[in-house]
């Protein structure tokens, strides 16, 4: 259970909005105020990051090369430019950040590598969408297929099973495409799974992860991991042209030290989870309410009406509709389950 923070009185109440509607986690805290006494080197060259890239290390079992950087767009839209030349294609899913949400970064940073879009359900690609946009066209007019990525919890709130995981890494390898996930909410997946990160990335044929720091309890800031040494190449380059390359590095990496020595990424992540599947619960059953996709991770999507969906507005929640068609709600480290009984009452109200 997380610790309750205390609130100024102005602070608005307790939202669902967005997972990244929560604060900064007391650990990651910590270690920051701890990073915060005296001068370090700059630009990485400190003992925080260090520690905090070995820290990756140890969590995913191999020597991976670890870079930090500000935000999920960044972290995606850098780690597909260093999978591709300008004239490949990334397949991606409909429902992708990458391709609803990145406001083009993807193809802006790799110089116009195009995003090949594959139905999905429930935010998840088939292997057979894979294999269809892979083998649609082999002529040199075509945007030559590179990459695949996928999203580990999807935009949806869904978790692919490590069997479905390893049914899209085979289909990729088969085609000879480059694996990268979006794990913005990688957290999330690996507490619903129970799996190891080694497990849900490497050793289930991921090169590249973009490990989300922000949702889970970071004030800012992402880890792109890569297992694969050699498409590392130059990725500090990339990164610094790019305007990612923080000066004062210790305060990106230091907040992972707190986050991955204690747990706390894990616990975080079952404890938002936790609150999504209590919310599911306890909305089973209103009428005129019901889920849109199952809840495996930290979000909840509604199908109602508008009018219960604005009167509910009405009563001051927060949630975002533009995601999937339904309502949204998101739940994080710091979700308090009496703020979740209100949310529930009220939407009982909303829809009598
Ligand atoms: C939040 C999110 C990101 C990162 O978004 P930024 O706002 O750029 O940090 C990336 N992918 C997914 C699936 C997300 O939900």
């Known amino acids: 259970m997380s610790t309750a923070v205390s609130t100024h009185p102005d602070v608005l109440p307790q939202q669902f909005g967005s997972d990244n509607y929560a604060g900064i986690c007391p650990e990651a805290?910590?270690?920051m105020d701890e990073a915060n006494r005296g001068c370090a080197p700059a630009y990485g060259d400190d003992v925080w990051t260090e520690r905090a890239a070995n820290a990756f290390r140890e969590l995913f079992e191999t020597g991976c090369d670890v870079f930090f950087v500000f935000n999920g767009t960044a972290a995606n839209s850098l780690a597909l430019a260093s999978l591709c030349q300008s004239y490949h294609s990334?397949?991606?899913?409909?429902?992708?950040?990458?391709?609803?949400?990145?406001?083009?970064?993807?193809?802006?940073?790799?110089?116009?590598?195009?995003?090949l879009v594959s139905h999905s359900v429930d935010g998840k690609m088939t292997p057979a969408g894979i294999h269809e946009l892979a083998t649609k066209r082999q002529d040199i007019h075509y945007p030559k297929p590179r990459v695949v990525t996928i999203t580990q919890s999807t935009e949806m709130g869904t978790v692919y099973s490590l069997d479905e995981l390893q049914a899209i890494s085979e289909a990729s390898k088969r085609h000879g495409l480059s694996l990268h996930m979006d794990g913005a909410r990688f957290?999330?997946?690996c507490a619903r799974l129970g799996a190891s990160p080694a497990q849900m990335t490497w050793k289930n044929g991921v090169d590249v992860l973009c490990?989300?720091?922000?949702?889970?309890g970071l004030a800012v800031g992402e880890a792109v991991l890569f297992f694969d040494h050699k498409l590392a190449a130059d990725f500090d380059y990339r990164c610094k042209q790019a305007g990612q390359l923080a000066s004062k590095m210790r305060y990106l990496s230091a907040p992972w030290v707190g986050m991955l020595e204690s747990g706390a990424w894990l616990r975080n992540a079952e404890h938002a989870n936790r609150c999504a599947s209590y919310f599911a619960q306890k909305i089973d059953g209103i009428p005129g309410v019901r889920l849109a996709s199952a809840a495996d991770a930290n979000a909840v999507f509604i199908l109602a009406s508008e009018q219960i969906l604005n009167r509910?507005?009405?009563?001051?929640?927060?949630?975002?509709?533009?995601?999937?068609g339904a309502a949204r709600f998101m739940f994080a480290w710091d979700s308090e389950l009496s703020r979740i009984d209100e949310l529930v009452s009220d939407l009982k109200t909303c829809a009598e």
């Open 29 to 31: 805290w910590a270690s």
């Open 90 to 115: 990334v397949i991606c899913a409909d429902a992708s950040h990458v391709e609803t949400d990145e406001c083009g970064a993807p193809e802006f940073f790799s110089n116009g590598s195009k995003l």
């Open 187 to 189: 957290a999330n997946a």
């Open 211 to 216: 490990f989300g720091g922000t949702k889970n």
């Open 312 to 324: 509910l507005r009405e009563r001051g929640w927060r949630f975002y509709t533009f995601i999937g």
